[in-house]
């Protein structure tokens, strides 16, 4: 019966109209994710800053008087302000006899942290919650709560994908995302607003796993390949929407209202999705396979059934039962460990995605410290990361998925490595190089995801891709730290960290079988034909 349904999958796949529209309603959700992930770029714009003093500034003094008689001028430069201390005098005498006589008896003073902040713009978090000083990790923050909700979301979804159904993940995180996304314009508490935030990132990894595995387990040979790595296109899509938007719409309340209402045309999907039939059938549920199946392809005969079908559902929904909601979480992660085969393909599977993605979001932040324009480096970024997908779909029909990944992670270390020898004065050049590393990073996020599904029977898949999608975010919680606080002290040393995690993963990514062409295996038993990993593997291309 399963082959059969292969059969059914191959004929769907052959129906151009009918998968273009698939793609548009699994793709659709990326392109707010994009857009929800890079937000943190324009929301955290840190303006120049001084500290405030309420005694001057209730005399009429202008923020330029108070910065002349109060400021260190520690960090200061032409285009920007970043002062955390004042001098201590009594600024009271001085409102009293106006800024001349201030000026002309001005004495050595020590210098002491702000108690008040003064901006120069009131348009981003930064100046909400005074982001700044001692503060600056609570901006990273964040960043940091979401890409924590995506490592949520990610081992949670994946179980619920796996046990409920695709379509069934996909609705609830779905639900999620519609409420979390324009609350968060409306909290005025910064740890609702992190709560909302970590909210979104789980919906956000839940809502793109469900529908990446239903894309795949919808198509076969060279229509998998090339609609999973289609579907990413939402995401340079996203990017260049957002800069866009960003460029013309403030304060950033009104900004992120306008980025998430949007959200709730997913009702569409949530309508009009179809559950994945490779689902239905390992779970014993073959009537409901070939029902589903038929939807898609109406010459489907759905009669030609086990007669033991019945009875597997029977004791299918008896087993359920019996088991603890724990224990089925719990099986469908063990199940990922269940033999050395599989173990040695998880682990280095969770390396690649960790990463990728603190390759992908250190490089995504990283264009304050290699001195670039915010509104041109976002919108850059989603240009190569289009062009990357572009590429990487001849590549993938024609070449095998394990050699493009060990490559690609080769060369996306080499070219952040490379930064180190760069003067951070040529920021032209840093931001080629750093684009030219952006491009082979965002082939990669296109390919492992796809190489990585191929890995696991169908049963687990979905567990599988959401393990690497956990791990990809702890590079993503990791990103905005590396970048906030290392890249102060050093520019270089997040591309650096980024560049040798890279080139070591390349070489544990040459010891996995090669998945091109193969029929995706349904159930832990059917791995026993599939190729193992091992040492000789790296020889064979």
């Not at 979390?180 to 990894?205: C, K, Q």
């Not at 996203?238 to 997913?266: D, E, H, K, Q, T």
């Not at 993938?396 to 952040?416: D, E, H, N, P, T």
């Not at 930064?419 to 080629?432: F, N």
């Amino acid at each position: 019966m399963a082959d059969d349904l292969d059969k059914y999958i191959d004929s769907y796949s052959r129906q151009r109209w009918q998968v273009f529209v698939l793609l548009l309603m699994a793709g659709t959700p990326g392109i707010f994710n994009a857009i929800q992930i890079s937000s943190y770029v324009f929301l955290v714009d840190k303006p120049s800053y001084w500290c405030d003093l309420p005694d001057l500034k209730s005399a009429g003094w202008s923020d330029r008087m108070i910065i002349n008689v109060s400021t260190p001028y520690q960090n200061y430069t032409s285009k920007k302000i970043e002062e955390c201390s004042y001098y201590d005098r009594n600024y009271s005498i001085f409102a009293k006899n106006g800024y001349n006589w201030s000026m002309n008896n001005l004495e050595t003073a020590t210098s002491k942290p702000c108690q008040y902040y003064r901006y120069s713009s009131t348009k981003s978090v930064v100046s909400e919650w005074d982001l700044v000083c001692d503060n600056v990790a609570k901006k990273s923050n964040i960043q940091a709560s979401m890409a924590v909700g995506k490592f949520v979301g990610g081992l949670l979804f994946g179980s619920i994908s796996d046990i409920y159904g695709r379509k069934f993940a996909f609705n609830l995180a779905a639900l999620i995302y519609m409420f979390t996304g324009p609350s968060a314009a409306l909290i005025d508490s910064y740890v609702l607003f992190l709560i909302a935030r970590f909210l979104i990132g789980v919906a956000g990894s839940g809502i793109y796993e469900s529908s990446y595995t239903i894309l795949t387990e919808l198509t076969s040979g060279k229509t998998r390949t090339l609609l999973c790595l289609l579907m990413n296109m939402s995401y340079p899509i996203g990017y260049v929407l957002l800069s866009i938007i960003a460029y013309y719409v403030w304060p950033w309340r009104m900004l992120l209202l306008i980025l998430s209402l949007p959200m709730f045309g997913l009702l569409i999907q949530c309508w009009f999705l179809p559950e994945s039939p490779k689902w239905l059938m390992s779970q014993g549920k073959k009537k409901q396979a070939l029902i589903a199946m038929a939807k898609l392809v109406p010459s489907v005969i759905h009669t030609d059934i086990d007669n033991d079908d019945d009875q597997d559902n029977v004791q299918i929904r008896k087993t359920k039962k019996c088991n603890a909601e724990f224990l089925k979480f719990l099986s469908a992660y063990t199940s990922l460990f269940s033999n050395m085969d599989l173990s040695a393909k998880t682990v280095i599977s969770l390396f690649c995605g960790l990463s990728c993605g603190l390759s992908y979001y250190v490089i995504a932040l990283n264009g304050d410290n290699i001195t670039a324009d915010r509104y041109v480096y976002v919108a850059l970024n989603g240009i190569v990361e289009g062009v990357s997908y572009v590429f990487t779909v001849p590549l993938l029909l024609y070449v095998g998925r394990k050699k493009a990944v060990s490559c690609f992670f080769f060369i996306s270390g080499i070219l952040q490595l490379i930064l180190l020898a760069i003067p951070q004065e040529k920021a032209d050049v840093l931001l080629g190089v750093t684009l030219i590393a952006k491009f082979f990073v965002s082939a990669l996020f296109s390919i492992i995801i796809l190489f990585v599904s191929e890995l696991y029977p169908t049963t687990i898949r979905n567990t599988g891709i959401g393990m690497l999608l956990t791990f990809s975010q702890i590079g993503s919680i990791i990103a905005p730290y590396i970048v906030e606080l290392l890249g102060a002290k050093a520019w270089y040393i997040p591309s650096t960290v980024c560049g040798t995690l890279g080139i070591f993963v390349s070489s544990l990514v040459l010891m996995l079988p090669e998945t091109n062409k193969i029929v995706l295996p349904n159930t832990l038993e059917d791995m026993k034909n599939t190729n193992s990993v091992k040492f000789s593997n790296c020889f064979k291309f």
